[in-house]
T-cell receptor, first 112, second 108 residues
Framework: KAGVTQTPRYLIKTRGQQVTLSCSPI?????VSWYQQTPGQGLQFLFE???????NKGNFPGRFSGRQFSNSRSEMNVSTLELGDSALYLC???????????FGSGTRLTVV | EDQVTQSPEALRLQEGESSSLNCSYT??????LFWYRQDPGKGPEFLFT???AGEEKEKERLKATLTKKESFLHITAPKPEDSATYLC?????????FGTGTSLTVIP
């Protein structure tokens, strides 16, 4: 079966711009969560959506936002990009969120 | 403060040399503890979920155990293809916390 698909794979943006990342979960999965991975901080939880509603949220500033559509696809938006936002952004999906998540390969964002 | 700590940071084993990775946590309201494997350039791959102290799960050469304060990932007779970073994550309340991982290298 198809896995979790994230697009684009790589992205270069300029400081101050905004960016939108996309995630298509495994068919039937209703929970989608987003993570930021950096060498210094490791994996950090951004937020989780379930049936189009944000169910959980990590400790990131309001510049990081997301949404989920009726087909469970999800987007993450980062506004006013900072150099420190350079990271691998991972999306993961799960049927309910209580069992393990299946991760995508991520979007590598570089802010210059 | 909720925290997840993994040790060691890096581990080199000879093929066939069994060992254990540790994940200790200080969170309130544990809902689940997850183990993942991550290969370079890829997203984490789910291995196990543990929900309560005393629970154990096995998959091939891997066995995960859980106590009230820590979890162990035991690797029996590892092979070079087991080389990867192993991540521990904890769901507590509405939050997910990841450790920084143990980088395992298995030498033929």
């Amino acid at each position: 079966k198809a896995g979790v698909t994230q697009t684009p794979r790589y992205l270069i943006k300029t400081r101050g711009q905004q960016v939108t990342l996309s995630c298509s979960p495994i068919s039937g999965h209703r929970s989608v969560s987003w993570y930021q991975q950096t060498p210094g901080q490791g994996l950090q939880f951004l937020f989780e959506y379930f049936s189009e509603t944000q169910r959980n949220k990590g400790n990131f500033p309001g510049r990081f936002s997301g949404r989920q559509f009726s087909n469970s696809r999800s987007e993450m938006n980062v506004s006013t990009l900072e150099l420190g936002d350079s990271a691998l952004y991972l999306c993961a999906s799960s049927f309910t969120g209580e069992e393990g998540y299946t991760f995508g390969s991520g979007t590598r964002l570089t802010v210059v | 403060e909720d925290q997840v700590t993994q040790s060691p940071e890096a581990l080199r084993l000879q093929e066939g040399e069994s060992s254990s990775l540790n994940c200790s946590y200080t969170v309130s309201g544990l809902r689940g503890l997850f183990w993942y494997r991550q290969d370079p350039g890829k997203g984490p791959e789910f291995l196990f979920t543990l929900y309560s102290a005393g629970e154990e799960k096995e998959k091939e050469r891997l066995k995960a155990t859980l106590t009230k304060k820590e979890s162990f990932l035991h690797i029996t007779a590892p092979k070079p293809e087991d080389s990867a970073t192993y991540l521990c994550a904890v769901q507590a309340g509405n939050q997910f916390y990841f450790g920084t991982g143990t980088s395992l290298t298995v030498i033929p």
